[in-house]
């Protein structure tokens, strides 16, 4: 976050910048945009300018480094890629053996541009946290609380894709298809949309395990609010094929997203 200072340099017609590096280090940021000239300067604790900037901005960017790839930073991203490329490819083979690989696209492997997107902002918010406030990510109580918030989304979603097999679909049916049948038991016994039970409770487990906060919200938010218009959408269509079977197996179970009647 930069913070406007103007107490050890001269007031010009740039704009001038304080960034806070360190406990010890400020760097002075000062922008002529009529001129596009930017100059950057390091302060000291008192506020004298450092002269031997090069080394010092080296230093500093590999001490940035060193954070990311340090055994925290490197714990960390292995458990995200892992539970990625667990998740997406498992989506993927389940959906070949249900329905064959004739009836599967990569579609099956849920990766969208907005869902690409979301995952590239939690993970620039991870670099910078953990470069600038390393602390934040020592929190292994939390890491660990979310990595079991992965394990049990995925065990939830799994066992709902398997118990519905043929009648389990990426898209949405807007028509009724021969295979298609309502699921009522196992899983869907507690819950009527337990693979978007086990999405949520995945996708925000994905964040508390990077120990990020902004990006926890987000997409608790995100995913949530999604889930929420997607699922009255989805039972339009179930009544219709189903009729008055799915309206009391709708007033009998819940969702299975908080909230979300």
């Known amino acids: 976050m930069f913070f406007f200072f103007s107490k050890y340099i001269r007031l010009t ?3 001038n910048f304080l960034l806070p590096l360190t406990s010890d280090v400020h760097a002075i940021i000062s922008l002529d945009l009529p001129q596009h000239w930017v100059d950057m300067q390091f302060l000291d604790p008192l506020g004298f300018v ?6 010092l901005l080296i230093h500093y960017a590999s001490a940035s480094f060193s ?4 055994d925290t930073g490197i714990r960390h991203l292995s458990q995200m890629l892992l539970s990625l490329i667990f998740f997406h490819t498992s989506e993927y083979i389940l959906a070949i053996a249900i329905h064959g690989p004739s009836n599967v696209t990569l579609s099956s492997l849920l990766i969208s541009k907005h869902y690409a997107l979301a995952m590239l902002v939690s993970l620039l918010e991870y670099i910078t946290e953990i470069t600038f406030f390393p602390g934040l990510k020592q929190h292994w109580w939390v890491s660990n609380f979310g990595l079991v918030m992965i394990i049990v989304g995925e065990i939830i979603r799994k066992t709902a894709i398997i118990t519905a097999g043929e009648s389990f679909t990426h898209l949405i049916k ?3 298809e021969e295979h298609h049948r309502l699921v009522t038991h196992g899983v869907y016994r507690v819950m009527r949309h337990p693979s978007y039970c ?9 964040q508390v395990m990077l ?13 949530w609010r999604f889930f929420a218009q997607r699922i009255p959408y989805e039972e339009h269509f179930l009544k219709q094929f189903f009729g008055v079977e799915y309206v009391q197996y ?10 979300v009647k």
Not at 50 to 55: A, D, F, H, S, V
Not at 67 to 70: A, H
Not at 250 to 259: M, Q
């Open 13 to 15: 017609k740039g704009i």
């Open 50 to 55: 450092i002269e031997n900037r090069l080394p």
């Open 67 to 70: 954070e990311i790839f340090s």
């Open 174 to 176: 807007i028509s009724h």
């Open 198 to 206: 086990g999405f949520l409770i995945w996708s925000v487990g994905t």
């Open 211 to 223: 120990c990020n906060p902004i990006s926890t919200v987000m997409f608790t938010v995100v995913v």
């Open 250 to 259: 709708a007033e009998n179970v819940a969702s299975g997203v908080p909230f």
